[in-house]
Nanobody, 114 residues
């Protein structure tokens, strides 16, 4: 059973920074394409960032230049560094792993105040 546990969310003022972490059970993260999604109230869940097993990254246009996804395979952890946060970044952020199946974390709340 693969488990993903997110942490690092919280309340921050606009312009501030947060770093989210997603700890994966076992060594799944080294073999998985890892993604961060977010879901704001009343909106659909959307892809924020993706990193492949080879380290190739992709970002939603709304976060390009502000967010950075990275992975530490030795720690089985994926990170999302979020800088220059805006109120519209407020959402629950979810970690998603794709490897021999699809796995989701429980989510972590990020709230950006104006």
């Amino acid at each position: 059973q693969v488990q993903l546990v997110e942490s690092g969310g919280g309340l921050v003022q606009a312009g501030g920074s947060l770093r989210l972490s997603c700890a994966a059970s076992g060594s799944i993260s080294s073999r998985a394409k890892m993604e961060w999604y977010r879901q704001a109230p009343g909106k659909q869940r959307e892809l924020v960032a993706r990193i492949t097993t080879g380290g190739i990254t992709n970002y939603a246009d709304s976060v390009k230049g502000r967010f950075t996804i990275s992975r530490d395979n030795a720690k089985n952890t994926v990170y999302l560094q979020m800088n220059s946060l805006k109120p519209e970044d407020t959402a629950v952020y979810y970690c998603h792993a794709i490897a021999f199946g699809s796995y989701w974390g429980q989510g972590t709340q990020v709230t950006v105040s104006s």
